[in-house]
């Protein structure tokens, strides 16, 4: 996990006098999930398109293992890529559409291993219907196999999960997780965030082409869990109480002074009754609890009034 | 390169619009000889018959008729190749390879050079069926000059295709492309271009413009004449590639 393989280096990329995506920050380690999360039009797509070499930065740099990309074309080599929709001829079999890359690729055995994709991506080898005549999700599917012909070490999806059915929802998460588990480090955009919660790693929030924040899975896990924040004065006095009186089991001391609990079952009343029956006073107690979307909404400013 | 020709190749194989176009050439072709014998006026120009015309004096007479059909088909199936991957997206998949934009043009451009070789071979078979059932014509002429003959109008009509590359590459749209391409072929540009030159200038500088030195009666004899046009061929060939490699490699794949 301590390879840095990509690093934005104050991207910026202008379309006209608009910048779909400014002054962009971050670094992707070997392994990670990364989840692009950002409403439509926030620079999703474009930042992931300069990741992969389809469009230029208009300022900053992208390195790849610490070297500039710039003419340096190769380093995109080792990455599969879906952005928007899947690149594939309406007019022809998603096997003749697979074969023509695999030629592209000069693979050797293509006909198992164009099988072995389909398979994969829960499609049926032996369909010899035209990619024109497929449902969104099987699209979807297609290309998913198609960014995986080449067996990339960088995975690039942009909203992989649009179109898909529920079921098809699970199978690509496990997909994702599956091929994660091999080593391959994957970008995945999205703009749901509870949609990556189960699976990325590090969360990059972007609004309006800016980031605005970049976030472990553990820092956003503890922000969104649900739990009661006690302050006292002496956290360390109030700890037997809970424990005994309240049998309290899960709780994380955070300072001298904040204790924080996340038993479910326990009320604020009780807790400050027992607190102040053994002489201890409770400066203040509060219930955090705040979903994924809530956390997201407040990042890109968009909640509106929000009433909790 | 060779996986990326190999690809378009396979492509180029199994595309039906390519034997369409080579079919209905062929076709028009011999229907454009058949029509030739019945309104013939008896006397052409220079007083040839064009019954009695060699195959080099035909392709001659053929190709320097406006419009040059040929120019119309290649501009079709350039425009087709490039845009139907283009509108399809299908060059994302691979273009994060290694020198891939750079091998993509060349190897559009070896395809397009094979379908105007190929075209041209339609060519031959359509006038030689066409000559000899409508004028029991087949005297080809002498193979030398033949060869240089077909050698000179293919690498001009291949710089043609390249043209067509460049625009439907840089436009990015079909409708344009194709108007732009007829346009071309018509040579309604070289012509007027021509037409105010020589009402202007006195120089004779449009003589050198690619579709110019194409539809242009040559002198195959002299080497003035196969040097300017080997010269604009070549030198057709060399700018329009670098444009498409230059533009193709600072291109945003949007
Ligand atoms: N080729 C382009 N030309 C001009 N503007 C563009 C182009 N591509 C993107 N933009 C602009 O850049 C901004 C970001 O677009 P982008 O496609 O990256 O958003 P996104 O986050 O992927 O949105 P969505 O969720 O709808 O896919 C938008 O305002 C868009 O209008
Ligand atoms: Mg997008």
Redesign the interface.
Known sequence: MTDCIIELCGVTKMYRSKAAVRNANLKIYRGEIVGIIGKNGAGKSTLL?MI?????PTSGELHFFNRAAAGE??F??R?G?L?E??????N?SAYE?L???A????LSDRETTIEKLLRLVGLDPKNTAKVKSYSMGMKQRLGIA??L??SPDVLILDEPINGLDPQGIVEIRELILELNATGLTILISSHILEELSKIATKYAIIHQGEFAEVISKEELQQRCEERIEISVEEAREALPVLERELKITQYKVVDSRTVYVYDEHIRIRQIVQELAQHGIMVDSISRHKQSLEQYFLERTESAGERHD | MINLLRMDFYRFTRNKIMYLLLLLFCAFQIFGIYMMKQYAQPVEEGGVQIGNLTEIDFIQYTISQPPSWMLIYIAVFTIYFYMSEWNSGFHKNYISMRQARIHSVFSKMAILALFVAMLFLTMLIADGIGRRMFFDQTDMGDPGTLIILLASQFLLHWAFSLLVLCIAMMTKNLLISLSAGFVLALNVIGMVLGALENQFTGTHLTQYLLINTLVRVKDLGNMADLIHTFGVAVAAILILSYLAVRYKIREDLN
């Open positions: 398109k992969s070499g389809h469009v230029y074309q190769s995109f080599e990455m890529v952005i929709q899947p690149g594939l001829y309406p022809i559409n074969k023509l890359l030629i592209a690729y000069g198609v960014a012909l080449g």
